[in-house]
């Protein structure tokens, strides 16, 4: 049906995530019809990110420079930090503009069925960070799964005997904004009630 190099551009797009084989191929077809120029300029930044950027050594957001940006900007608090599964929600929170704190990636989720535990994440590193550097306050902004759940209470284990006075605290459960409440489940609607606030 393709010629083999389209062909072949179609099924390496497919191996994105989220992409399927209709997107790979609107991708593909689109990619061929630009400027040959345009495509250098993308498989050079390819290379270029896959080549330059890494884990920051402190944090283990994604850096072409170690310590990332955030680990070494002054204007950060460095008394508060947010505790995050992946870069992903790292960025997630950068882009409100509301935390001026530090971060740890822990990498992902504890997940026996994956295969993912303790040593696969970045936890007994969070553990030294935390009992070196003395942090005041730990946010959680894990999302608000089985696996999320345990993952937060693991670290805490964890932490509490290097640092037994250091606040823990995850991010509020709601409603989104414009929501209608009676399409709400019913988890939603009492984690809202557990966070409701004064007016």
Same mark, same amino acid.
């Given at each position: %049906?393709?010629?083999?190099?389209?062909?072949?551009?179609?099924?390496?797009?497919?191996?994105?995530?989220?992409?399927?084989?209709?997107?790979?191929?609107?991708?593909?077809?689109?990619?061929?019809?630009?400027?040959?120029?345009?495509?250098?300029?993308?498989?050079?930044?390819?290379?270029?990110?896959?080549?330059?950027?890494?884990?920051? +050594?402190?944090?283990?957001?994604? +850096?072409?420079?170690?310590?990332?940006?955030?680990?070494?900007?002054?204007?950060?608090?460095?008394?508060?930090?947010?505790?995050?599964?992946?870069?992903?929600?790292?960025?997630?929170?950068?882009?409100?503009?509301?935390?001026?704190?530090?971060?740890?990636?822990?990498? &992902?989720?504890? +997940?026996? %069925?994956?295969?993912?535990?303790?040593?696969?994440?970045?936890?007994?590193?969070?553990?030294?960070?935390?009992?070196?550097?003395?942090?005041?306050?730990?946010?959680?902004?894990? +999302?608000?799964?089985?696996?999320?759940?345990?993952?937060?209470?693991?670290?805490?284990?964890?932490?509490?005997?290097?640092?037994?006075?250091?606040?823990?605290?995850?991010?509020?459960?709601?409603?989104? %904004? &414009?929501?209608?409440?009676?399409?709400?489940?019913?988890?939603?609607?009492?984690?809202?009630?557990?966070?409701?606030?004064?007016?």
């Amino acid at each position: %049906m393709y010629t083999r190099p389209l062909a072949r551009l179609i099924e390496e797009l497919q191996r994105l995530p989220g992409i399927g084989s209709k997107t790979a191929q609107r991708l593909a077809l689109h990619l061929i019809n630009r400027p040959a120029g345009e495509i250098e300029a993308l498989a050079k930044a390819l290379l270029e990110a896959k080549q330059t950027v890494r884990h920051c +050594s402190i944090c283990f957001n994604w +850096s072409a420079e170690d310590p990332c940006e955030i680990c070494r900007s002054p204007q950060r608090d460095p008394s508060l930090w947010c505790v995050v599964a992946d870069v992903k929600d790292l960025i997630a929170m950068e882009r409100t503009r509301e935390f001026k704190g530090l971060y740890h990636v822990l990498g &992902g989720l504890i +997940s026996p %069925m994956n295969g993912i535990g303790v040593d696969q994440l970045h936890i007994r590193e969070l553990v030294a960070r935390v009992a070196r550097e003395k942090p005041q306050e730990l946010i959680f902004a894990i +999302s608000p799964s089985v696996e999320g759940e345990v993952t937060m209470h693991v670290v805490k284990d964890y932490l509490k005997p290097v640092a037994p006075t250091l606040r823990m605290t995850r991010l509020a459960f709601g409603l989104p %904004m &414009g929501s209608e409440l009676e399409y709400a489940d019913e988890v939603t609607l009492a984690r809202a009630l557990e966070a409701r606030q004064e007016l």
